[in-house]
């Protein structure tokens, strides 16, 4: 069950920290934003929506049952609301579960992933899913991904002794686009600068092709060819008219 991850005025804070919990563990969900008053709001595997019962303050705190798998967020009386969470509770009390993070992980950042029982909190030989996938068989019973990036996203599971845990989505995130404004304004910078660099090459080269044709104007007129045949016509022009003398004469 997937909310996608919106923009919210709120952050809803798990403890313990970790998408999923046995049965009877104490969980609380705790809302933080401007307002003062929130209230805690799950939508379950069966598609019901409802409030959470036990309120203090910004504060819910449960039980956990398997009745309590579902989609968390806050939400306030003014329409508020912030980014839900997956919380899944384990029916089977001797099987592991996933020690996931319930929030979205920053690509590039490290994350490590681990199996648990109850009784149990560090295993070994446990085998690791990545969409049904195994991805890992790790001796100290941890998977750890240095660097995450967006195909890391998924759902994830650990089998141990012959159990699974349920498995829990992963979800990846951005890194902090904090810093886009000023690569913005490199951008531009760097956009207007390459335009202007540009026009200044284009005027440049017209300037030349019109420096070209004009020195070739200037060359044909002056070239030995063109003397020539200004000799040669007035050499015609000379016999011409001796001709014509000459016919008077007669």
Not at 85 to 102: A, E, F
Not at 132 to 160: H, M, P, W
Request: charged share 20%; net charge neutral.
């Amino acid at each position: 069950m997937l909310f996608p991850d919106v923009h919210s005025a709120a952050s809803l804070t798990v403890s313990p920290d970790r998408a999923q919990h046995f049965t009877s563990d104490s969980v609380s969900l705790t809302c933080e934003g401007n307002l003062t008053e929130w209230r805690v709001r799950k939508f379950s595997e069966d598609g019901r929506l409802s409030d959470c019962r036990r309120m203090t303050g910004s504060t819910c705190n449960i039980k956990t049952s398997k009745s309590d798998t579902g989609v968390y967020w806050c939400e306030s009386g003014s329409g508020e609301f912030s980014s839900a969470v997956n919380i899944t509770v384990q029916n089977d009390g001797n099987g592991p579960i996933l020690v996931s993070p319930v929030h979205p992980v920053t690509e590039g950042a490290s994350v490590s992933l681990s199996c648990s029982l109850r009784t149990q909190k560090i295993l070994s030989n446990v085998f690791f899913y990545h969409n049904d996938k195994l991805i890992q068989n790790d001796t100290r019973g941890e998977l750890k991904i240095s660097a995450v990036s967006k195909s890391d996203e998924g759902f994830y599971k650990c089998q141990y002794s012959g159990r699974e845990s349920a498995q829990s989505w992963m979800s990846v995130k951005g890194a902090d686009s904090s810093s886009s404004p000023v690569w913005l304004i490199v951008g531009l910078v760097c956009g207007v600068s390459l335009i202007i660099i540009l026009l200044l090459l284009l005027y440049r080269c017209r300037q030349s092709k019109y420096s070209c044709f004009t020195r070739s104007i200037q060359s044909e007129s002056h070239s030995p060819g063109s003397s020539t045949n200004h000799g040669v016509n007035q050499n015609e022009t000379h016999v011409y008219g001796s001709l014509q003398h000459g016919q008077h004469l007669n």
